[in-house]
């Protein structure tokens, strides 16, 4: 079976190729860009269009078949099914909150949050515990990253004695070095 050309008119190119580049959604950007490059006038297969923006074939005919079916609606991401999260908007506004907070405040012994810690803390506050690895993804969705602490002595020394100490060390590294004494 021959697969149907698409010829888009002036008017739906403009109105595709202006809803592309007035979106915020991805999905509906690579949507409208997948039924621009099928237009016949573009001349692309479906295996370079969806080379191109690094989508399958199958993506390719789906996109296509819902804008033949729906037309331009077809285009937007549908609603996921499934169950609703439990990061409702209070727990995330709560995981916002407790990160920017240091922990010495809230009374714990430790200065940084790790993952584990805070998903204690909250599961204490608030009743709803998520494994490590799905707090990581919701503290990455809310714009948080960590890393590992750099521990240092800055604050906890003597900050006169260590820069005098910085510049003992630093005249007697110019200074000429003495002969060795030589071995018997």
Known sequence: ?????????????????????????????RNATIILMSDAAVGRTKASIAHDLGCSVATVDFIRARYRSAGVDGLR???????PSRATPEYRATLRTTVATP?????????????GRLNAHLKKTTGIS????????????????FQRPKHTMKGKRDEAAYAHTAACLERLKKRPSAPMPALS
């Open 103 to 115: 922990p010495g405040l809230l009374g714990y012994g430790f200065s940084v949050w790790s993952v």
């Open 130 to 145: 998520f494994s490590e690895d799905q707090l990581t993804r919701l503290l990455h969705e809310e714009g948080f990253s």
């Open 1 to 29: 079976m021959a697969a149907k050309v698409f010829r888009l008119s002036s008017s739906e190119w403009e109105a595709l190729d202006r809803m592309r580049f007035s979106t915020t959604s991805k999905v509906l950007f």
């Open 77 to 83: 991401a549908k609603k996921r099914v499934g169950r």
